[in-house]
C-alpha cells in the first residue's frame, strides 16, 4: 500500500487556488465554495446509491444525477470564456433534472 503523509505542492501558499483553465482566484472566491457544495453532494448522493443497491430504479436515477453533478462541478472549475465555447456546458435540461430529482 502506498502510504502519503504529506504532499505539498505550493502553488497555494500565496492564499490562490487555480481553476481547470489554469486562471488563479482567491481562496474566498465563491466558485471554490460552489465546487466544494457540489462535490459533497455528490458524495451523499454516492452513498445513497450505495444503500439503494437492489432498488434499479433508485440507483440508476442517482447515477444520473450523480453524472450531471461530476458535468457541473467541470462547468464551475472552467469559467466561460466569450470565445472559447467548444467544451461541453451543463445543459438546460440537465439543470431542470437537478432541480426536480435534488
Excluded at 32 to 48: K, Q
Amino acid at each position: 500500500m502506498v502510504v502519503l503523509n504529506r504532499i505539498y505542492t505550493r502553488t497555494g501558499d500565496d492564499g490562490t487556488s487555480a481553476l481547470a483553465t489554469g486562471e488563479r482566484r482567491p481562496k474566498s472566491d465563491l466558485r471554490f465554495a460552489a465546487i466544494g457544495t457540489v462535490d459533497e453532494l455528490n458524495a451523499h448522493v454516492g452513498l445513497a446509491r450505495l444503500d439503494a443497491g437492489d432498488l434499479p430504479d433508485a440507483t440508476a436515477m442517482f447515477a444520473e444525477v450523480q453524472n450531471d453533478l461530476f458535468d457541473l462541478g467541470a462547468d464551475l472549475a472552467t469559467p466561460q470564456k466569450l470565445e472559447s465555447r467548444e467544451r461541453l456546458r451543463i445543459s438546460p435540461l440537465q439543470v431542470a433534472r437537478l432541480e426536480a430529482e435534488i
